[in-house]
């Protein structure tokens, strides 16, 4: 008797080995257009040849309907209070030099068209890999000469909400190459390593599992393109470094240190993930 | 009995460092072939009803967050990222699912689902987390309990 379960449990046993191995997620249920205020937001497009699924979807695609409508006019989304406080901060003279961003940049916010799609990027004047946050705070210490704001909070959160609304509906399109190989297969290493008491890598979710029900939730492919994210958990905006850090949280992992190389390079491969989607934050998520 | 012979043998003092007395310490977990784990960790026969709470339990087994069981409905949103749990002491016998309990990363290799009885040593551990297990040797007994009332 027992010896007849044993047989039955090493061809079963055998066949979920393999299954395991070759995981990979499901569409969304339903795709639908994205277009926000008019503009058209490309949530569905073929994979980058650097990976090895069909196709990347927006995480919009992937919430439920009330939580995708509040996204779809910015008088609906909240996050939008965030970004008109940044508006203002925009205008408001703040360090010792006297100046606030609109004193070099008269072209108002509208000048940053286009930057959230191409970032995180190389800047050579600084020797590093640079993202949104990187260049605000640049800006605010060498040429302010105010503080730094910190990583991942509501000041710079807003204000990257501001600068990424003027890309919405621009491609990304970031480098992977050139003085930035290195860091983005640093990336690439810590996406798929198994890390934390879980035992889980990034992959383990958003590219095994999307389109799949964790408890209540729907995974998606962890993109970046909806950055920064309102969630309605924290009714706050969200960074992309918030949400890494959330999420290792939940592998129980220790988070990488805020603003630090490992976030960077992580950041920088996660956003190469979603070459050829559309810029739509500050967008709206549970 | 079980517990006298162990007190008197010297490897006592030093096993009670890692598991408590009479328990298969984490580490020392010995698979069969198929990835089964035979004999039980603990001695002390598994209690079902404390196995549903471990499953339950989000800091414990957070089973629900990848399993459906049909027999317990009444908890919120089952998941589906790993196969329904209905029927699956039919499916396999108690060796082999004390072994997916114990580590299901041995058993299947590559797999999301988290090892329970397997000391965190990977990298970026918590703190609060490190060395330590998911579920403790009578947890895993308690939950085997409740899946082997699980029958088609």
């Known amino acids: 008797m027992k010896n007849i379960t044993l047989s039955a449990v090493i061809a079963t046993g055998f066949a979920l080995v393999g299954t395991a191995a070759l995981a990979e997620g499901q569409p969304p249920a339903e795709i639908k257009p994205l277009v926000i205020d008019g503009i058209n937001i490309v949530a569905e497009a073929q994979a980058p040849s650097h990976m090895d699924i069909p196709a990347i979807y927006s995480g919009w695609e992937f919430r439920a309907e009330e939580t995708q409508v509040l996204q779809l006019d910015d008088f609906d989304n909240p996050g939008m209070l965030e970004v008109d406080a940044a508006r203002e901060a925009f205008n408001t003279v703040d360090g010792a030099a006297g100046k606030s961003c609109a004193s070099c940049h008269e072209g108002g916010p509208e000048e940053f068209k286009g930057l959230a799609a191409v970032l995180p ?166 | 009995m079980k517990n006298s012979i162990l007190l008197t043998a010297c490897a006592s003092v030093a096993m009670m460092a890692t598991a408590a007395l009479g328990e298969v310490a984490p580490g020392d977990v010995v698979f069969d072939d198929n990835g089964g784990v035979p004999v039980s960790l603990t001695g002390v026969p598994g209690d079902p009803a404390n196995g549903q709470k471990t499953m339950i339990n989000r800091k414990k087994g957070n089973c629900f967050a990848c399993h459906v069981v049909s027999a317990m409905s009444d908890v919120p949103f089952h998941g589906l990222v790993g196969p329904s749990l209905d029927g699956v002491a039919s499916r396999y016998d108690e060796a082999f699912i004390r072994g997916i309990l114990v580590n299901a990363k041995h058993t299947f290799d590559g797999t999301i689902m988290p090892a329970m009885y397997v000391p965190a040593t990977l990298p970026r551990t918590m703190k609060k987390f490190q060395g330590t297990t998911i579920l403790s040797a009578q947890e895993v007994e308690d939950v085997l309990s409740y899946l082997e009332t699980l029958k088609e």
């Open chain 1, 121 to 286: 990027r190389w800047n050579p004047d600084q020797n590093a890999l640079y993202t949104m946050e990187d260049y605000i705070n640049y800006c605010r210490t060498a040429r302010m000469q105010a503080e730094a704001w910190p990583w991942g909070k509501t000041q710079l959160n807003g204000m990257v909400g501001l600068l990424n609304l003027q890309s919405r509906g621009e491609i990304r399109n970031v480098a992977i190459d050139g003085p930035v190989a290195d860091l983005w297969q640093q990336g690439h290493d810590i996406y798929y390593v198994k890390q934390g008491q879980l035992g889980m890598s990034c992959s383990s979710c958003h590219e095994e599992n999307y389109g799949v029900r964790i408890r209540a939730e729907i995974l998606s492919q962890g993109q970046t393109t909806g950055f920064p994210v309102y969630r309605l958990k924290n009714a706050h905006l969200n960074s992309v470094e918030n949400r890494f850090k959330g999420c290792m949280k939940n592998m129980r992992a220790e988070p990488y240190k805020p603003g630090g190389p490992e976030f960077h390079a992580l950041e920088l491969y996660v956003a190469s993930r979603g070459n050829g989607l559309g810029i739509e934050g500050p967008s709206v998520r549970n």
